[in-house]
């Protein structure tokens, strides 16, 4: 395992976990409330080790072992941590990887940084989530309360969104307009997803520029795509799409 690091910035401190190799240096985004332990990054981090591929990853502002408390961090924040691991740590080509939440910030970076994103690989990506995510009754009591707390399938720690990431997401959608990326991008996407509909990758496809888009739908698949078969098949993908840059 590669030597955990950190990054300072004015904001705050964060987390790495650097392997030099051959490029495209691979990025790994976590999801919402999620960190760079996870069982996806963990696993290509593996792969990266044995085919000598450089690769990265990190925690968000308030995940994990980065400094700040999470409740005030929006995803603007979020996407500036993603930002700065690219310019800072990677520094060079890059290939995101985003896990729901994620693939909303791969989105977001590569508009940021065409010239070094060279391709992306959104496992159950999540763009616009605080739109469709919510219903208009959660809505309201974001706006009125300023915050909402839902219990979590994943851990015992209930799911907090404050009003300032919500209104932070609503501020960065990318679905209602066509999205100017023209690198190769590879979805996932599990058609027993509960968490994010399946139709939302595809309606990503179709609002991508770029003419090399493809969308993986697996009919026993479920959000996160953890198990043993899709880490293959993510392995597979990534793999895929490195040699045909």
Same mark, same amino acid.
């Given at each position: +395992?590669?030597?955990?690091?950190?990054?300072?910035? #004015?904001?705050?401190?964060?987390?790495?976990?650097?392997?030099?190799?051959?490029?495209?240096?691979?990025? *790994?985004? =976590?999801?919402? +409330?999620?960190?760079?332990?996870?069982? #996806?990054?963990?696993? %290509?981090?593996? $792969?990266?080790?044995?085919?000598?591929?450089?690769?990265?990853?990190?925690?968000?502002?308030?995940?994990?072992?980065?400094?700040?408390?999470?409740?005030?961090?929006?995803?603007? /924040?979020?996407?500036?941590?993603?930002?700065?691991?690219?310019?800072?740590?990677?520094?060079?080509?890059?290939?995101?990887?985003?896990?729901? +939440?994620?693939? $909303?910030?791969?989105?977001?970076?590569?508009?940021?940084? =065409?010239? %070094?994103?060279?391709?992306?690989?959104?496992?159950?990506?999540?763009?616009?989530?605080? /739109? $469709?995510? *919510?219903?208009?009754? /959660? #809505?309201?009591?974001?706006?009125?309360?300023?915050?909402?707390?839902?219990?979590?399938?994943?851990?015992?720690?209930?799911?907090?969104?404050?009003?300032? *990431? $919500?209104?932070?997401?609503?501020?960065?959608?990318?679905?209602?307009? =066509?999205?100017?990326?023209?690198? =190769?991008?590879?979805?996932?996407?599990?058609?027993? !997803?509960?968490?994010?509909?399946?139709?939302?990758?595809?309606?990503? +496809?179709?609002?991508?520029?770029?003419?090399?888009?493809?969308?993986?739908?697996?009919?026993?698949?479920?959000?996160?795509?953890?198990? !043993?078969? !899709?880490?293959?098949? %993510?392995?597979?993908?990534?793999?895929?799409?490195?040699?045909?840059?």
């Amino acid at each position: +395992m590669t030597d955990l690091q950190f990054l300072d910035s #004015k904001e705050r401190r964060l987390a790495y976990r650097h392997r030099a190799g051959t490029g495209p240096t691979l990025v *790994f985004l =976590p999801g919402y +409330m999620s960190d760079m332990e996870g069982t #996806k990054a963990l696993a %290509l981090d593996a $792969w990266a080790a044995e085919t000598g591929r450089a690769f990265l990853r990190f925690d968000y502002g308030g995940c994990g072992g980065s400094g700040g408390a999470f409740e005030d961090q929006s995803l603007h /924040d979020w996407w500036d941590d993603a930002l700065l691991m690219i310019d800072e740590i990677a520094k060079g080509p890059v290939v995101l990887v985003g896990s729901s +939440m994620g693939g $909303w910030l791969m989105l977001l970076a590569a508009l940021a940084r =065409p010239g %070094l994103v060279k391709g992306l690989v959104g496992i159950a990506a999540a763009p616009d989530f605080t /739109d $469709w995510g *919510f219903s208009d009754g /959660d #809505k309201a009591t974001i706006r009125g309360m300023g915050r909402i707390e839902e219990a979590s399938p994943y851990s015992d720690p209930p799911i907090l969104t404050t009003r300032a *990431f $919500w209104e932070s997401g609503e501020k960065l959608h990318v679905l209602d307009a =066509p999205i100017a990326i023209d690198c =190769p991008i590879r979805l996932l996407h599990g058609l027993k !997803d509960d968490d994010v509909p399946w139709a939302v990758s595809l309606n990503l +496809m179709e609002r991508l520029r770029s003419s090399d888009v493809q969308t993986l739908l697996i009919k026993d698949g479920d959000h996160r795509l953890s198990r !043993d078969s !899709d880490i293959a098949l %993510l392995i597979r993908t990534v793999s895929g799409l490195l040699e045909a840059l």
